[in-house]
């Protein structure tokens, strides 16, 4: 985890300026706070790295915890203010992972912080899923999944369709990498083993990009999270990097 963390932070040393350094009106400066939210059946333990990468690069960070698996997502509400009060009169910025990314939606839909900052979405379901559409009848999955799991599907009754397009600073990080073959088997198009790339798009948002990684494992991935924080600096992912070119600049020199 050391190793890791010293690579990522040599990386991203290479790839944008300190956030001091950083002083007109579109990029980020060092008052910012980044709010975490998991996905569907997670806890905040999941986003620790993410949590540990992003501190070490000058971002203040609120890894917020809610039960995704047993309320609503309109009851998800009260944990994500709390979290952004927590933020105090820092930037406010969200990165999120799958299910975290309609609650943030939804959220940002009714409020939004006056210091409202940008947002990156890990494999959201933005049109919902396609996997929800299959089971969400079933009682095995509506106990495993709860009520926010239920909501999630691509119909025009999905919460995702229902919440409208966005309208603040999104950059959106799809996987194209499966290792459910039964779920994928189910998906229209490329997919990361639960949601395909096709849904992860939003109307509204500000950048997209496709990296080789699946739904499970993507809030870890090292090319994910430099480009997370990419976009949270400067409003925009680098298309150019690979994984290859990242390692380069991680141990050059």
């Not at 739904?215 to 870890?220: P, W």
């Not at 991935?221 to 380069?248: C, I, K, S, W």
């Amino acid at each position: 985890m050391v190793k890791f963390l010293f690579a990522f932070v040599l990386t991203f040393a290479h790839l944008t300026p300190p956030a001091a350094a950083q002083t007109n009106a579109g990029t980020s400066g060092s008052d910012d706070c980044v709010v975490l939210l998991h996905g569907l059946g997670r806890t905040a333990n999941s986003m620790g790295i993410a949590e540990d990468l992003l501190g070490a690069v000058g971002f203040r960070v609120v890894n917020a915890e809610y039960p995704s698996t047993e309320v609503a997502v309109k009851e998800t509400f009260k944990y994500v203010s709390d979290a952004v009060e927590n933020c105090g009169t820092d930037r406010v910025n969200f990165v999120t992972h799958s299910l975290g990314g309609i609650v943030v939606r939804a959220w940002l839909a009714i409020q939004q912080p006056i210091n409202m900052g940008r947002v990156v979405m890990l494999a959201p379901p933005n049109s919902g899923s396609q996997i929800v559409d299959k089971f969400g009848d079933l009682e095995i999955f509506k106990k495993m999944m709860g009520p926010a799991g239920q909501e999630l599907g691509t119909g025009p009754e999905g919460l995702a369709s229902r919440i409208g397009p966005v309208d603040f600073e999104l950059g959106v990080i799809a996987g194209n990498h499966s290792i459910n073959p039964l779920f994928s088997s189910l998906i229209e198009g490329p997919d990361d083993g639960t949601v395909s790339v096709e849904s992860t798009r939003i109307e509204g948002m500000s950048d997209h990009i496709v990296l080789p990684t699946s739904h499970t494992f993507l809030m870890n991935n090292p090319l994910v999270l430099v480009q997370a924080a990419m976009f949270l600096r400067n409003g925009n992912f680098d298309h150019t990097l690979t994984y290859r070119e990242l390692m380069r600049r991680a141990f050059r020199g």
